[in-house]
């Protein structure tokens, strides 16, 4: 294809998406300063770049998955960023970095005389090597019009708004909700075993029931009973989500109770496990809570 693209963090999700592009035909230059991963890429067809304002020297459009707001404001606009290379016109962002760093990261690009794609994506590693995420897209009719058939090769793509920041705002929503829903199940489990009942059979029968969701069908069966633990997304970025939620509400003045809630067992897990530990061990946080030695 003649459209030539780049891509910026080659990490878990970016990775397996970068790869659908270059299945796709696309003419694709990528960065990240894990080597390892850029060769894989290389392997399969990929250019290697040694900065992100390589990748604007080489790339019209190019896209980013990368862990937290600061990150993704220095790969994008930094002295050696997306927007400092000559051919660079838009950057599509597929981070998760929250409605107020989204504005900013637009309004940066704007000033070096580039578009944003504010579209954060949903449905963890397996989404994303499968091509079947969910992919919240904010910008204007006319660059959606150009990324949307990008943007399919990852998944589901709802455009949701015009401004960035609005595709942000939905993505935090439904990763507090995501995280609420896992909390209240791995509670449930805990209080379940110690009053002697399975968490297997709890969830067996919450499945057939009004308290199924997200989180009893498939990560307490998958990653919890099993005890894997092996979800594939780090307790502290799904934390750092949280805080990006909580923080806008609080910003608009609306108040989340339950989500204030989820947002403190999160602390504690995050304090108690380590940033690097799987989500899905939220549950172990609560089992030393109730002093109970093992879920099933």
């Not at 392997?43 to 304002?53: F, L, Q």
């Not at 904010?138 to 090769?153: Q, R």
């Not at 308290?211 to 750092?240: C, H, M, T, W």
């Not at 003045?253 to 799987?278: F, N, W």
């Given at each position: 294809m003649s459209?030539?693209l780049?891509?910026?963090?080659i ?5 397996p998406m970068?790869g659908?592009?270059l299945d796709a035909?696309?003419d694709?230059?990528?960065f ?9 890429l290389?392997?399969?067809g990929a250019k290697?770049a040694e900065s ?9 459009l190019?896209?980013?998955?990368l862990p937290?707001p ?8 930094g002295?050696e ?6 051919k660079?016109?838009?950057v ?7 409605p ?5 990261l637009a309004e ?5 005389g580039l578009g944003?794609?504010?579209s ?9 090597e499968?091509g079947s995420l969910?992919?919240?897209t904010?910008c ?5 019009a150009?990324v949307?058939?990008?943007l399919k090769?990852f998944?589901?793509?709802t455009h949701?708004?015009q401004e960035a920041g609005?595709?942000?705002l ?7 909700m995501?995280?609420?829903a896992?909390?209240?199940?791995s509670?449930?489990i805990v ?6 009942v399975?968490?297997e059979?709890?969830m067996?029968v ?6 199924r969701s997200?989180?009893?069908e498939d990560k307490i069966?998958k ?13 502290g970025?799904?934390?750092k989500?949280?805080?990006l939620?909580i923080?806008?509400?609080e ?15 999160m ?6 496990q380590?940033?690097d ?8 946080s609560?089992e030393r809570?109730?002093?109970?030695e093992?879920?099933s």
């Amino acid at each position: 294809m003649s459209l030539k693209l780049g891509f910026v963090g080659i990490g878990r999700m970016g990775k397996p998406m970068a790869g659908h592009l270059l299945d796709a035909g696309y003419d694709l230059t990528v960065f990240d300063p894990n080597k390892s991963a850029v060769e894989a890429l290389v392997a399969k067809g990929a250019k290697a770049a040694e900065s992100p304002k390589a990748v604007g020297d080489e790339a019209e459009l190019i896209l980013m998955s990368l862990p937290t707001p600061d990150v993704v404001t220095e790969a994008a606009t930094g002295a050696e960023g997306i927007s400092k290379g000559s051919k660079a016109r838009a950057v599509i962002d597929l981070s998760t970095t929250g409605p107020t760093a989204a504005r900013a990261l637009a309004e940066g690009l704007k000033a070096d005389g580039l578009g944003c794609v504010d579209s954060p994506v949903s449905g963890g590693v397996a989404g994303a090597e499968k091509g079947s995420l969910t992919l919240m897209t904010a910008c204007t009719d006319e660059l959606f019009a150009e990324v949307e058939p990008i943007l399919k090769l990852f998944g589901k793509v709802t455009h949701v708004g015009q401004e960035a920041g609005q595709a942000q705002l939905i993505k935090v929503i439904n990763n507090l909700m995501s995280v609420t829903a896992l909390a209240i199940a791995s509670e449930g489990i805990v209080l379940a075993e110690k009053a002697g009942v399975s968490g297997e059979t709890l969830m067996n029968v919450v499945n057939q029931g009004s308290g199924r969701s997200n989180a009893s069908e498939d990560k307490i069966p998958k990653y919890v009973l099993s005890r894997k633990f092996d979800f594939g997304f780090a307790l502290g970025l799904s934390a750092k989500d949280v805080r990006l939620c909580i923080a806008e509400s609080e910003a608009l003045g609306v108040p989340m109770i339950v989500g204030s809630a989820a947002k403190m067992l999160m602390g504690i897990a995050h304090t108690q496990q380590g940033p690097d530990a799987d989500l899905t061990e939220l549950i172990k946080s609560v089992e030393r809570l109730a002093n109970v030695e093992q879920a099933s």
